[in-house]
Every structure is written in structure tokens, then in C-alpha cells.
């Protein structure tokens, strides 16, 4: 089983920067994906940046590409979340993911382990 914690969410002005973090608990797989996914009020819950742990690749939305960056220390377990140039439509609670993977890791099909959210708030 694995656990995983979410924090460093919070309210911010449009422009403004959050570091989201998400520590995991338990067993890790060898390789694997591990992810931040949103989902806004009304919304249908969409994938924002992963990384896949096999190959070290990156993958970004276009919605937040030169915008958020993501990061992680192994030696920690924990994976970040660095988001600048906050804007309203960033509001949502964010979900930290992981699991084995099986194509791009921001397919939601690839996870089995989610965390409990944590909200951003952007206001302009």
C-alpha cells in the first residue's frame, strides 16, 4: 500500500506562486509514474505534470507548460509541485498520483494511488 500527502496548497493573487508537495508512504515500485491532477468546481479532473520515474521524462498540460515545473527528491519520496504566474483558472483542488503508468503518465488510467487534494485558490 501506498499513502500520499498532500500540502502547500492555499489562496494567492493572480501572478502569484505556490510549491506544492506530496510525500509518499509505503511501497514504491521500481518504476513508475507519479503525477499532480486538478479538478475544478464543474470540471471534469485533468492531468497537470508527472513524471516518470523510468526515464526521468517530463510531461506538462499546455495549460501550464513555462509555468509549472516538476520536480522530485527520491531520496525523500516526495514529489513537487512548483506553479508561477498563477492565474484564476489554476483554481481547483489538486490530487497527487502514483502509479505504474502504461503510456504518457498524465493518463489518469495509469494511477491506483491518490492522495486527498489539496485546493490552490487564485484570485485576479
Known amino acids: 500500500q501506498v499513502q500520499l500527502v498532500e500540502s502547500g496548497g492555499g489562496s494567492v493573487q493572480a501572478g502569484g506562486s505556490l510549491r506544492l508537495s506530496c510525500a509518499a508512504f509505503?511501497?514504491?515500485?521500481?518504476?513508475?509514474?507519479m503525477g499532480w491532477f486538478r479538478q475544478a468546481p464543474g470540471k471534469e479532473r485533468e492531468g497537470v505534470a508527472a513524471i516518470d520515474t523510468g526515464d526521468g521524462r517530463t510531461y506538462y498540460a499546455d495549460s501550464v507548460k513555462g509555468r509549472f515545473t516538476i520536480s522530485q527528491d527520491y531520496a525523500k519520496n516526495t514529489l513537487y509541485l512548483h506553479m508561477n504566474s498563477l492565474k484564476p483558472e489554476d483554481t481547483a483542488m489538486y490530487y497527487c498520483?502514483?502509479?505504474?503508468?502504461?503510456?504518457?503518465?498524465?493518463?489518469?488510467?495509469?494511477?491506483?494511488?491518490w492522495g486527498q487534494g489539496t485546493q490552490v485558490t487564485v484570485s485576479s
Open positions: 498520483a502514483l502509479g505504474p503508468g502504461g503510456g504518457s503518465c498524465l493518463m489518469q488510467e495509469g494511477y491506483n494511488y
Open positions: 509505503g511501497y514504491i515500485y521500481s518504476s513508475y509514474c
